[in-house]
């Protein structure tokens, strides 16, 4: 197979994998730039190469699963999913960030240290009940896809594990930043099978990267 697909991440990361694409000369078709196009799937200047443009976290299902060969994908996403099927080949060094236990600004730093249970408000449940397991606290997780920052507010628990980037929106949530779990960048990632039969397009595509 020649033709190949890259999967890459909706929302701010976007805005940091343009100019990288600017740099490799990767020019998708125009809708792809506009976030009102319902369109899914975009052409390139390179006949062979097409983008799907998913959530975060579906990049890495699709690059499992080889409907998408090639894919960007944060530390976050790949730690939480944990596939055997995907290879990370680059640092990307974009999207740069951390996933960090966050809580009330009332509550005590760390109050959780001396519990053998917590309740969590988070997207990362795999990573987190993994985190504190390790420190033999069992973690109930609160899973919501976003706005995490609102559970503590509105009560339903007193602890977070969220992205924290610039630390604003912790900040105007009252909430404090206590342990970081993972610093994370973005990676390249390749389905195992697709490298190992690795046709030319894709170390092309690779070595672009690289670069
Ligand atoms: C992410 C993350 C935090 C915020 C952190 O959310 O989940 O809420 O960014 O960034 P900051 O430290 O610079 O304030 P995003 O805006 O991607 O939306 P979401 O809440 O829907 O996940």
Redesign the pocket.
Not at 145 to 149: K, L, M, R, T
Not at 162 to 170: F, M, N, R, Y
């Given at each position: 197979m020649k033709k190949i697909i890259l999967a890459v991440p909706k929302?701010?990361i976007l805005d940091e994998v343009i100019p990288l694409f600017e740099k490799i000369n990767i020019v998708p078709e125009n809708e792809f730039f506009r976030d009102d196009s319902r369109k899914l799937m975009f052409k390139t200047n390179n006949k062979d190469l097409s983008l799907i443009r998913v959530r975060s976290f579906d990049v890495a299902t699709f690059v499992a699963l080889g409907a998408a060969q090639i894919g960007i994908a944060g530390d976050d996403v790949l730690n939480e999913f944990n596939y055997n099927e995907i290879l990370k080949v680059l640092d990307l060094g974009i999207g740069k960030?951390r996933l960090s236990v966050a809580n009330k600004k009332e509550k005590m730093k760390k109050e959780y240290q001396n519990k053998g249970h917590i309740r969590v408000a988070t997207?990362y449940k795999n990573t987190v009940v993994n985190f504190f397991a390790k420190k033999g606290i069992r973690a109930e997780c609160i899973k919501l896809?976003?706005?995490?920052?609102l559970a503590p507010k509105l009560g339903i628990c007193s602890t977070i594990v969220?992205?924290?980037?610039?630390?604003?929106?912790?900040e105007e949530n009252n909430l404090i930043e206590s342990e970081v779990l993972l610093k994370i960048t973005s990676k390249l990632i390749v389905n195992k099978i697709s490298f190992k039969v690795m046709n030319n397009n894709i170390s092309k595509l690779i070595e672009k990267f690289k670069k």
């Open positions: 929302g701010r960030c997207k896809n976003g706005a995490i920052e969220d992205l924290v980037s610039s630390g604003k929106t912790l």
